[in-house]
């Protein structure tokens, strides 16, 4: 049995297609996508449904959130606390998704870049998505821990133990985690920050326990899937970028 971790999709539908496609995958595997199934790509609509018929099909899957399913969960007022209001704003390109949904200008038009629009405006948008895309984004794991490994989007909080990581750490922390050494015996798989200094290629650090596996599909870079323990890698190039960091 291994796992198999799956970086960042950003709406790479294709790529993802053409990822399953080369895995070796078998009944017994574990597959742990480590978040952001939307925005910054060409097809978020198509990703979410691959998804879910990929649930249908292999036993043994684990999603986890992304920042930017957490914007959109909250910006679409699913959950009542999150970073809603910078859905909208361009370089997190959450109204290119929106509009993938087919969402009219005259609803995405009283969407003010970082400002949450009235509930009117947002619970309109939300029609536009289908309920099981909605279900499947409310339904994804902060965190999945197992005895050698700890999977999670961004990362954690380096001093503290998997109990008191807190929610926006786990979504959204980049230097605090990837400049300190952590203390948990596992080792991290994470996402969410760019391997452009390594080339989009896996950021693998044995030493602080610390795997990065968001190596740019949102930028023209790859998508990556990691089978551990082997450490075997699966990339596949992706379209030039929709937005920049």
């Known amino acids: 049995m291994s796992y ?9 539908r294709a790529a993802l297609d053409a990822l399953l496609a080369q895995l070796p995958l078998t009944p017994a595997d574990v597959l742990v996508f480590l978040g952001d199934y939307v925005d910054r790509g060409p097809d978020a ?6 998804l879910l018929a990929l649930q249908q099909a292999q036993a043994q899957c684990v999603f986890l959130r992304g920042n930017h399913d957490a914007m959109l969960l909250h910006f679409l007022d699913l959950v009542p606390r999150g970073d809603g209001a910078a859905y909208t704003l361009a370089c997190n390109d959450g109204l290119s998704t929106l509009k993938q949904y087919g969402c009219p200008a005259t609803l ?4 003010p870049e970082e400002h949450l629009p009235p509930l009117a405006v947002r619970h309109a948008l939300r029609e536009y998505v289908p309920r099981a ?27 503290h133990a998997l109990a008191e990581q807190r929610e926006d750490d786990l979504l959204w922390i980049r230097a605090a985690f990837l400049k300190k050494p952590h203390r948990l015996p596992q080792t991290v798989v994470y996402g969410h ?15 602080q326990r610390r795997i990065g596996l968001d190596t740019g599909a949102a930028y023209g870079g790859f998508l990556s899937a990691m089978v551990l323990p082997a450490e075997h890698v699966v990339r596949i190039p992706c379209r030039a970028p929709a937005a920049a960091l």
């Open 4 to 12: 198999i971790a799956i970086g960042d999709l950003h709406g790479q």
């Open 45 to 50: 609509p198509g990703t979410l449904e691959r």
């Open 108 to 111: 995405l038009q009283q969407c």
């Open 133 to 159: 895309h909605l279900a499947f984004l409310a339904a994804t794991q902060l965190l999945y821990a197992t005895e050698k490994y700890v999977f999670v989007h961004a990362g954690i909080r380096p001093a």
């Open 193 to 207: 920050t760019p391997t452009r200094e390594c080339g989009f290629e896996p950021r693998i650090e044995h030493a």
